[in-house]
């Protein structure tokens, strides 16, 4: 479903640079739409969310099982339906958390952590699109070896500057970035 992204050092090219142009090239084929229960479309009702999760689940469960134990980098694409995709999202997660990132930015954001702090989820974003008739898909790629993933985001970040991507996972250091978002 996904692919996977090996770094291999070759003599006659910059081995960053092809690893990097290989993952671009790979998240933009390997876009999967997500699918959520009519009932969503057109609320923002969190409780209505909140009762829908299993059936998300359900609707993406190959999409979701099949990141299990994979670190990579993942994008998150919205569109009206029959437009092209628009990027708004990159992140990356290592194998042993991927799977329950991604859920947290599709399916429902525990916004309740151990820590006090918020996830940093983009739940809120997905919610409200999907209300305004959005439709929401998702590409990953596993980059090997793992450690790599990091460098492959933050160049993809520089070169896309997606709108949903800032610093902050306090509700206040979020509340900044989208003010400072707006006003760019």
Known sequence: ????????????????????QKCKESLRETIHEIKYPSALHGSKAIKLWELYTEEIDTLNAETLS??????????????????????????????????????????????????????????DDIQSHVS???????????????SLRHYVEEMILARSHPQWNFHGTTLEGQNLSKTFCSIR
């Open 1 to 20: 479903m996904f692919e996977k992204v090996k770094y291999l050092p070759m003599t006659d090219q910059d081995p960053l640079q092809v690893l990097l």
């Open 66 to 123: 099949s990141l299990s134990g994979r670190g990579g980098v993942y994008a998150i694409y919205v569109a009206k339906p029959n437009t092209d995709w628009s990027l708004k999202y990159v992140g990356q997660a290592k194998g042993t958390v991927l799977r329950q990132r991604i859920r947290s930015h599709l399916v429902w954001r525990n916004k309740n952590t151990k820590s006090g702090k918020f996830t940093g989820s983009k739940f």
């Open 132 to 146: 305004l008739g959005y439709d929401i898909a998702l590409s990953f790629i596993e980059v090997i070896p793992e």
